[in-house]
């Protein structure tokens, strides 16, 4: 389909990779690799391969500064890759995205007070929320068998309670891959909006949208400008394991109290090997490579979709619009609890994360599928043989 290496898997081994770990001594004798995380199974773009050489080879690691070059090279990504005007002012990097939830609470709310979320979502928001002593209110999502959607109902409630000041939209939402568009996003902020509760869009995987699904952002769609957008290159080329985020802040006020909390939790400098990826990713040939690599993720999708119908009709794909994670309902099963899902997971040798984690009950699992096709199918049939002995 392309000439990119999606069909080979990457080497892992020695680099202590914690998906590397989920990978059991038994699954890598029989061929097969674990779907946990949310990080690629081959390897990254050559242009980010590259521009990561290049950086190694100069040989210095120096203070650096997320200076006006920088800053131009985001706005130019996203328009381009997006359609997305941003200022390069509104820019504020950061030192990723979950520990930039710990400085927004830690700016914006006090102690005691809820950051409203909609399960299930991804799960390790909720530790720099709890570890700073603020509470997650949920607001759980509405799943009719198909597709989720958001009761809009409770939102207006939980937003209408002044201890409830933020709001952590994810988008696109892991691990359920929904895209959330124009209509539910402007909805959002009109109810935010109402009651002043600032809006916390995790956008990091606003990038790895399939073909025909428009991505947005709130300064897209409303005037309310009571959101931060939290984007980083860190989904979009696997390289999640620096932390690094550029938050996108358009309202002044908010921006700099930000920036004031952030400084006091970490005052330092630019990571120059981000930047240097940065400068590699966000280029035309890296929007190219991203667009392939969803094409491959969208191919993986209708192998599972057409596996499970086929063959595991007790396991349903809900259908992905974003992200390359699958969230998939494996109720039909039978099992009884989380327990008994864990462990019939295990025995089967098909490495996901349990949906529980993300606030969802027993009987989902998510998987990720940008992953070699071979392997893809080595997994579901492992997946196979386990139910048919069930
Ligand atoms: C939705 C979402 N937000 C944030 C993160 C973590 O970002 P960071 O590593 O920058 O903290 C992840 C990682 O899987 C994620 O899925």
Not at 185 to 202: F, K, P, T
Not at 235 to 258: C, M, P, Y
Request: charged content about 25%.
């Amino acid at each position: 389909m392309t000439d990119y290496d999606f069909d080979i898997p990457v080497d892992r081994s020695g680099m202590a990779s914690i998906k590397e770990g989920k990978t059991t001594e038994q699954m890598r004798k029989a061929g097969l690799r674990s779907f946990w995380g949310a990080e690629f199974e081959f390897k990254t773009a050559p242009c980010v391969i590259r521009a990561g050489r290049e950086w190694a080879e100069r040989g210095l690691a120096a203070y650096c500064t997320a200076d006006d070059s920088y800053r131009e090279l985001v706005c130019g990504w996203m328009r381009m890759h997006r359609g997305w005007e941003i200022q390069k002012e509104w820019i504020v990097p950061t030192y990723g995205m979950t520990c930039s939830v710990g400085t927004l609470v830690r700016a914006f709310t006090q102690p005691g007070d809820g950051v409203i979320g909609m399960d299930p979502v991804y799960h390790m928001t909720w530790e720099p929320v709890r570890l700073n002593g603020r509470r997650k209110v949920s607001c759980p999502l509405l799943f009719d068998g198909e597709t989720y959607s958001i009761d809009y109902h409770r939102l207006e409630e939980l937003c209408a309670d002044p201890r409830n000041r933020v709001l952590y939209v994810c988008n696109p939402h892991n691990p359920i891959a929904k895209v959330w568009g124009r209509e539910d996003l402007q909805r959002i902020a009109e109810i935010a909006g109402a009651h002043q509760v600032l809006i916390y869009s995790d956008e990091i995987f606003g990038d790895t949208v399939y073909e025909g699904v428009e991505m947005l952002s709130f300064s897209q769609v409303t005037d309310y400008d009571g959101w931060i957008a939290a984007t980083s290159i860190g989904k979009t080329f696997s390289v999640t394991g620096i932390g690094q985020a550029n938050l996108i802040i358009r309202n002044e006020e908010i921006r700099q109290r930000f920036i004031t909390q952030r400084n006091r939790d970490h005052y330092g400098s630019f990571d120059p090997y981000m930047r240097a990826i940065y400068f590699g990713g966000y280029t035309k040939e890296g929007s190219e490579w991203v667009r392939a690599m969803m094409a491959y993720c969208y191919q993986n999708y209708l192998l599972v979709d057409s596996y499970l119908r086929e063959r595991i009709p007790q396991m349903r794909v809900i259908r992905p619009e974003g992200s390359y994670v699958l969230w998939i309902d494996c109720r039909g099963i039978g099992l009884s609890g989380e327990e008994e899902y864990e462990q019939f997971f295990e025995e089967a040798m098909f490495g996901c994360d349990s949906g529980v984690q993300y606030g969802s009950e027993p009987g989902f699992i998510r998987m990720t599928i940008a992953v070699p096709a071979g392997l893809v199918r080595a997994g579901l049939e492992a997946l196979e043989r386990a139910v048919r002995s069930l």
